[in-house]
């Protein structure tokens, strides 16, 4: 989920930058220096705080509203409460055993291509603001100007090269989760030629035989059906040993 959170202060970033001036920055300051975070739950001794509820939440809420339920209902309201909460949780349990399998215990080498990525994707991303900011209002500064706006934006809503960087390490380390859980069961030549098979045989595919890109095509739906699964029973299993106390 901090990968959700992440990802959604950058695009306010993007967003923002779009429509705001340097002149709106004190304001913006002020508000952000008001902002509370809150634990709403101790799950096996560490916090889940708010700031990582509220999105998931704010996410349902969005997701069913969508699909036309009345979200002021006061009783869909905290049946979605308790289904974001619940959700909050897995995903802390998930980050949890991710660390307990070493999932972030990378190597020099990792650690230097993830700081290496992050830093280049902040700087493109203030690059890109900086530039959408001149397009779209027009203005007359210089590029270091701009650059300084888009940075001292970012530095309000609290997005920074690091956290471009955590983004990276987190991916890693969710790829070495997944081939953790699917360590006892990988894909087989032989679950790939099946499948191709089926596809065949109902007419998903016309293609007359299993060529390299669609055994790779197969391949990673397959992985990704069997993550999936593993990952569901996984956290099954962490939730009925973890020790949860609500607030």
């Not at 069913?64 to 979200?71: E, H, Q």
């Not at 995903?91 to 399998?101: A, G, I, P, R, T």
């Not at 530095?155 to 690091?162: F, I, K, P, R, S």
Request: glycine share 2%.
């Amino acid at each position: 989920i901090k990968r959700y959170i992440m990802f959604k202060r950058i695009l306010t970033l993007l967003l923002a930058l779009m429509m705001m001036t340097a002149s709106a920055f004190a304001e913006e300051a002020e508000t952000a220096q008001t902002e509370t975070d809150a634990a709403v739950a101790l799950v096996n001794g560490e916090a889940l705080m708010s700031s990582d509820y509220e999105p998931v939440r704010e996410n349902y809420l969005t997701s069913y509203a969508a699909l036309g339920y009345d979200i002021q209902d006061e009783t869909v309201s905290a049946y979605l409460d308790d289904l974001a909460l619940t959700a909050a949780i897995q995903n802390l349990l998930v980050e949890q055993d991710m660390k307990e399998q070493g999932c972030y215990d990378f190597d020099e080498e990792t650690e230097k291509w993830c700081a290496e990525q992050g830093q280049s994707a902040y700087e493109s991303a203030l690059a890109q603001v900086a530039e959408t900011l001149n397009e779209t209002l027009e203005l007359e500064d210089t590029d270091e100007t701009l650059q300084k706006y888009a940075l001292q934006y970012a530095e309000l809503l609290g997005v920074t090269a690091q956290d471009y960087i955590d983004v990276y390490r987190t991916q890693y380390a969710t790829m070495l989760y997944y081939a953790w859980l699917t360590q006892d069961c990988p894909v087989t030549e032989e679950e790939i030629q099946a499948e191709y098979e089926r596809q065949k045989a109902s007419g998903e595919t016309d293609i007359d035989e299993l060529t390299d890109d669609l055994h790779d095509e197969i391949a990673y739906s397959l992985y990704n059906t069997r993550c999936k699964e593993k990952l569901s029973a996984r956290i099954e299993e962490l939730s009925d040993a973890a020790d949860v106390t609500l607030y």
